[in-house]
């Protein structure tokens, strides 16, 4: 099993900045990508950024410019600041991490959630 921690998140006024953490720990044999998702009620849970083992990042569209994604590989990390924030970027953010497990004498890829954080911006 492989658990998921977030850190960071709260109230923010429009244009602040917010970095938010996520620390995984448990079975973990190398993660290969992590990322920040996030869900309004009564919407979809969207993809907000990726990163892959290599470095190599992703960004939704409304997201270009504003947040970056960075990860500590050594530390199984990933983090997410966000700068220039609006009101329409209030969610619950939702850490994700796509880890290879020792199960016995196989190694097996899952998919890993965290609890989920809450950012809000409003003045």
């Known amino acids: 099993q492989v658990q998921l921690v977030e850190s960071g998140g709260g109230l923010v006024q429009p244009g602040g900045s917010l970095g938010l953490s996520c620390a995984a720990s448990?079975?973990?044999?190398?993660?290969?990508?992590m990322g920040w998702y996030r869900q309004d009620p009564g919407k979809q849970r969207e993809l907000v950024a990726t990163?892959?083992?290599?470095?190599?990042?992703n960004y939704a569209d409304a997201v270009k410019g504003r947040f970056t994604i960075s990860r500590d590989n050594a530390k199984n990390t990933v983090l997410l600041q966000m700068n220039s924030l609006k009101p329409e970027d209030t969610a619950v953010y939702y850490c994700?991490?796509?880890?290879?497990?020792?199960?016995?004498?196989?190694?097996?890829?899952?998919?890993?959630w965290g609890q989920g954080t809450q950012v809000t911006v409003s003045s």
């Open positions: 448990g079975n973990i044999v190398s993660i290969n990508t």
């Open positions: 990163i892959i083992s290599d470095g190599s990042t």
């Open positions: 994700n991490a796509v880890v290879t497990e020792r199960i016995l004498w196989r190694l097996v890829e899952n998919v890993y």
